[in-house]
């Protein structure tokens, strides 16, 4: 089975600051994308940053960045120079490149305070 | 250019009765998802389009529900016979399969069943 766990329901984090979302995640396969999508209060689900498991570069974009540790099936997000606009519910998905889907995290909010 | 779409942003049935969500993926991406979410969780996939492919309808909770995308594009979800356990926000998402497989969503159909 497969399978995505972020352990922090809720963050919060003084504007200005840096903030680091977990994420740990479970599959046999080998070849696989990774993802942090942002859902506000719109709902609507946006794209974040891409990770893909075959390579060992970390991912970056712009104020986001991720810490990949394949052995480790851990996939964590940074957030630097955090800004109000963040406030957000994060979730984590992979989908593996033999699928069909992408497998969820249960989420966190994110709370940045002014 | 134009993100996925979809219709209603809203809708409130009565228990019972069939409804219809519809998505429009973004212009020429192959590959259209519909995902559940349900109050405070992450996201349940149901169905999947892959162009002239045969549907992966596994993540389909009952025979009540079922989906169409007609000439490769527009989508239709149907829910017959509505229960309460119905409600939640429906997402749909499209995608390139062949470069990069992150989804792009749309802003989701909240349907409450009274």
């Known amino acids: 089975a497969q399978t995505v766990t972020q352990s922090q329901p809720e963050m919060s984090v003084q504007e200005a600051e840096t903030v680091t979302l977990s994420c740990t995640y479970d599959t046999s396969e080998n070849n696989y994308y990774l993802f942090w999508y942002k859902q506000p209060p719109s709902r609507q689900m946006i794209l974040v940053i891409r990770q893909e498991a075959y390579k060992q570069q970390n991912a970056t974009e712009n104020r986001f960045s991720v810490n990949f540790q394949k052995a480790a099936k851990s996939f964590s997000l940074k957030i630097s120079d955090s800004q109000l606009g963040d406030t957000a519910m994060y979730f984590c998905a992979f989908i593996v490149t033999s699928g069909s889907r992408l497998t969820f995290g249960e989420g966190t909010q994110l709370t940045v305070n002014p | 250019g134009a993100g996925v779409s979809q219709s209603p942003s809203n809708k409130v049935t009565e228990k019972g009765k069939d409804v219809e969500l519809r998505c429009d993926p973004i212009s020429g991406h192959t590959a259209l998802y519909w995902y559940r979410q349900s109050l405070g969780q992450g996201l349940e996939f149901l169905i999947y389009f892959q162009g002239n492919s045969a549907p992966d309808k596994s993540g389909l909770p009952s025979d009540r529900f079922s989906a169409e995308r007609t000439g490769g594009s527009v989508s239709t979800l149907t829910i017959q016979r509505t229960q309460q356990e119905d409600s939640a926000v429906y997402l749909c998402?499209?995608?390139?399969?062949?470069?990069?497989?992150?989804?792009?969503f749309g802003p989701g159909t909240r349907l409450t069943v009274t």
């Open positions: 998402a499209s995608s390139f399969r062949t470069s990069g497989y992150e989804q792009y």
